[in-house]
């Protein structure tokens, strides 16, 4: 799965533009906003008396600004995540895979995809909240520091064996054809019967995933490694998943 997914990656180059042309979107908006900002640090330097109040309504503005960015970002994400997916399944299933049917793969996994993702959110912050209710009467006692160290490790533990637990849930849903919820469930029984073949293909993308990080010193370089590595994890998590329900 290792070696064909970068085959695949070859073979299907197309695979890039999706995610490329969110990269040059997030880039566009992330230079407006900065310039946004470096407007107001001007403004700031400037010795006037309306200073003040012009600083307090447009301050107000870049954050609704930014909510506003964050709010695009996640919604055009997931766009994004809806067409790579679609195009990964086509090549799994090897069919002819194509930018041109984007409308029908946003239309066929882009709800299901927000829904699941929120989902996931709402089972790590309900997670983190009951943590942090066994935490906190504990953090009056003597031993304060150790005990919060121990379930601050115990918060990482947590949240690495949910990710574990949930790794497949994307392979699971395209490939399946799940909606959220039966994707949660189905990953959680994988990873059940799967342990061991879990975590390796999440150490590995991973490794993948940090060796590219550490490797990319420059901006320019920075992006495009981001880039091949998202796209390349995708299809090696959809391949191995393949793989394994075939076995």
Known sequence: AFAKSWM?????????????????????LSFYLAADFAVLANVANAETFVVDNFLVENVLNAVYFVGFFVVIQFLLGI?????????INEIIK????????FRTYIKDYYFRILKL??????????AACLIFLI??????????????????????LVYVLMSLALFFRYPIMILNNKNAFESIID??????????????????SSLVASLALFGARLAVVSVGINLLVTV???????????????S
């Open 117 to 126: 993702k929120i989902i996931v959110g709402l089972i790590m912050l309900i």
């Open 187 to 204: 990953s959680y029984k994988f990873f059940r019967k799967n342990m061991q073949y879990t975590l390796l293909v999440g150490i590995i």
């Open 232 to 246: 390349w994890i995708s299809l090696f998590v959809f391949n191995t998943f393949n793989l394994k329900r075939k």
């Open 94 to 101: 090897k069919k002819k895979s194509s930018l041109s049917l």
């Open 8 to 28: 695949d990656l070859k073979e299907h180059p197309k695979l890039f533009v999706p995610d490329f042309v969110f990269r040059i979107i997030v880039i566009a």
């Open 79 to 87: 766009a994004i995540e809806s067409i790579r997916y679609g195009m």
């Open 135 to 156: 935490v906190l009467p504990l953090n009056f006692t003597v031993l304060k520091e150790s005990l919060t160290i121990t379930f601050i490790g115990l918060a990482g």
